[in-house]
């Protein structure tokens, strides 16, 4: 794990806010989040200790990692909300709030990747310049850290988090959802203006997908 300082950063908008609202400032106390994602390998050692569950397993070319020994290394990907709690729970740790999250991936500098303003190229695992299949492993891109260190902040995999969306949003639209951080390996974007979202995104907490998984914090 990384050990991240106290901070103050400006949040990006919720996804309920009016168009052209600014983010709140907010200060993050101390505390530690993962350098990587969870890989299928760790998930694999909690569901062998009865701390977890099975991630889904999908077709034969669908690209959900869960008992595809070649991607051990891979991050662990089609489990739902309550299936990453689980895992951190197991472990120790915990699933880091949205702005945590945030705050661990940007910095207080206002960047607008987690390296920096550059354009998105080889500092991610994301299909913009070739289609990718599925994810990849877990910090090949080193490229992509973030100002504490953190790698895979942008691709590979989206996160899930803590944060449960406020009650006007949820209300119209129907759910009760979770917070979501970051891009994908399914980004295809040639410009990559949604490889990384600073804001969170909402989904269904039951919703299980092969672009994302988790990290976890304490």
């Known amino acids: 794990m990384v050990r991240i300082p106290a901070g103050t950063l400006t949040l990006s908008p919720d996804p309920d806010a009016p168009p052209g609202a600014r983010g709140r400032s907010v200060t993050i106390p101390a505390f530690e989040m993962d350098r990587t994602e969870v890989t299928v390998a760790e998930y694999g050692a909690c569901v062998e200790a009865g701390g977890c569950t099975e991630a889904a397993q999908g077709s034969r070319n669908d690209a959900c990692n869960w008992k595809r020994p070649e991607r051990g290394s891979h991050p662990i990907n089609c489990v739902d909300w309550d299936q990453a709690k689980a895992f951190c729970s197991w472990s120790g740790k915990r699933l880091p709030t949205a702005a945590e999250w945030e705050y661990a991936a940007r910095g207080t500098d206002g960047r607008k990747y987690p390296w920096g ?76 203006s949604s490889v990384y979202s600073a804001g969170p995104r909402d989904f269904y907490p039951d919703d299980e997908a092969d672009f994302r998984g988790f990290r976890c914090a304490r």
């Open 117 to 192: 303003n550059g354009s998105p190229d080889d500092q991610l695992c994301w299909s913009g310049r070739n289609p990718r299949d599925t994810t990849c492993e877990v910090g090949r891109y080193p490229g992509g850290a973030s100002p504490f260190g953190l790698l895979d902040m942008a691709g590979n995999v989206a996160e899930w988090t803590s944060t449960v969306l406020s009650p006007a949003y949820a209300r119209r639209l129907g759910l009760i959802g979770r917070f979501v951080q970051s891009g994908n390996w399914f980004v295809f974007l040639s410009d990559g």
